[in-house]
């Protein structure tokens, strides 16, 4: 079984910046497709970033230019670097694991608070 466990999250004032993790325990995987999602308070979650084995990546608009995914393949490692930070960026992160390169997350983490203040 794999496991995905973030980290890194926490109150910043707006214009800050935060790192998220996400490392993967378990049986040895290498998923085609690691993602952050985040979960604002009365909204729907929503994808926030995506990276592909390959090196594709995928931003949502709001977070373009602000926020890069990266992966250290060797440390099952995926990370969210966050910069400028708005308000509306407040949520639960988190990140999700699959196998293929479309479809379905497989894995999940536990989610991570992330608030930023005004």
């Known amino acids: 079984q794999v496991q995905l466990v973030e980290s890194g999250g926490g109150l910043v004032q707006a214009g800050g910046s935060l790192r998220l993790s996400c490392g993967a325990s378990g049986r040895i995987f290498r998923p085609a497709r690691m993602g952050w999602f985040r979960q604002a308070p009365g909204k729907e979650r929503e994808v926030t970033a995506i990276s592909w084995s390959g090196g594709g990546t995928y931003y949502v608009d709001s977070v373009k230019g602000r926020f890069t995914i990266s992966r250290d393949n060797a440390k099952n490692t995926v990370y969210l670097q966050m910069n400028n930070l708005k308000p509306e960026d407040t949520a639960v992160y988190y990140c999700?694991?699959?196998?293929?390169?479309?479809?379905?997350?497989?894995?999940w983490g536990q989610g991570t608070q992330v608030t930023v203040s005004s």
């Open positions: 999700a694991a699959a196998l293929t390169s479309a479809g379905e997350y497989q894995y």
